[in-house]
């Protein structure tokens, strides 16, 4: 299998971690430019002479937090969801599959090889605190996950600021024996690795033990039982469809406050509601198909 190169540049600033799958285990050294962009590398020569001891240091820090909290989510769209191929077994009957992937350690994060669609393979890192799996534009292409010009935009807080990005039904998400289907996901065109988040984690029960190495997944019941649709809890639906309603809300306040003089910035916001209400429409459609109850949705 073939992951990409370890030194990576991030363009948001203290907003995104990224990283790469090492081949075989080893040290992968973090550090810092002069403008706030984080790096990763397995060559502690990679590392300008001034970063050197820091990144040594860190490297060799036994523990930390086995997850990093890098984006959280607002109101989102989501293209279609992709025709399921295949089922997937979990187990012989009422018995929950536990499955044990080894990762790597990234400074404070894990990463983890993940197959998508069954047809690629690229790094992840494990955060456990982003709502969505997101993956790099450059691996969505490589597996044919190619978002239309109309899918929904989920609008993502950043250190930076808010970014939009496209949003996708991944048909089948693979971590070692562990696999999700029908999970949505994010297309992130600044990530050069991706995030594992709660839009595949939300099928198991998960544990890391970052002393060893070790992350253990149990299937649970979650989805058989009807408490997760579409991937997603009762909490996250009322979130996204609570964080659009809020967007349309300030945008109806600002036209409301501005002066009826200001014609230009009237029509501006004329068209970001319209926007904003074709992505709660699409919202609406997406929970229809997922069977999502209406209190759910309020």
Excluded: C
């Excluded at 230009?264 to 509601?273: C, G, K, N, S, V």
């Amino acid at each position: 299998m073939v992951l990409r190169t370890f030194l990576f540049p991030i363009a948001l600033a203290g907003a995104l971690l990224a990283t790469a799958a090492p081949s075989a285990r080893g040290e992968i050294y973090r550090w810092t430019d002069a403008d706030g962009r984080v790096h990763y590398t397995q060559d502690l020569q990679g590392v300008p002479p001034e970063h050197r001891a820091a990144a040594r240091e860190r490297a060799g820090a036994a523990d930390g937090p086995s997850r990093v909290q890098t984006f959280s989510s607002e109101p989102a769209a989501q293209a279609p969801s992709a025709p399921r191929r295949r089922a997937f077994a979990s187990g012989a009957r009422g018995e929950r599959r536990v499955h044990r992937i080894p990762v790597e350690r990234a400074g404070n994060g894990m990463i983890v090889p993940v197959r998508l669609n069954g047809r690629v393979v690229a790094p992840f890192l494990v955060d456990t605190g982003a709502s969505y799996v997101l993956v790099p534009e450059s691996v969505a292409e490589e597996a044919g996950i190619l978002p239309g010009p109309e899918a929904r935009k989920l609008q993502f807080s950043t250190a930076n600021g808010i970014v939009e990005q496209a949003v996708v039904s991944l048909e089948s998400v693979e971590l070692g024996t562990a696999v999700a289907e029908d999970v949505p996901a994010s297309i992130s065109p600044t990530l050069e690795v991706g995030l594992l988040g709660l839009s595949f984690f939300n099928r198991f029960t998960y544990q890391v033990d970052a002393a060893s190495g070790v992350l253990t997944l149990v299937d649970n019941d979650l989805a058989a039982n009807g408490d997760l649709r579409g991937g997603r809890s009762h909490s996250q639906w009322r979130s996204e469809f609570e964080g659009m309603r809020r967007r349309i809300g300030a945008i109806e306040a600002r036209r409301d406050e501005t002066p009826s003089s200001r014609s230009r910035l009237h029509a501006e916001l004329d068209r970001l509601q319209r926007e904003a209400e074709r992505e709660l429409d699409l919202l609406d459609a997406e929970a229809d198909e997922a069977h999502v109850p209406d209190a759910w949705r309020h």
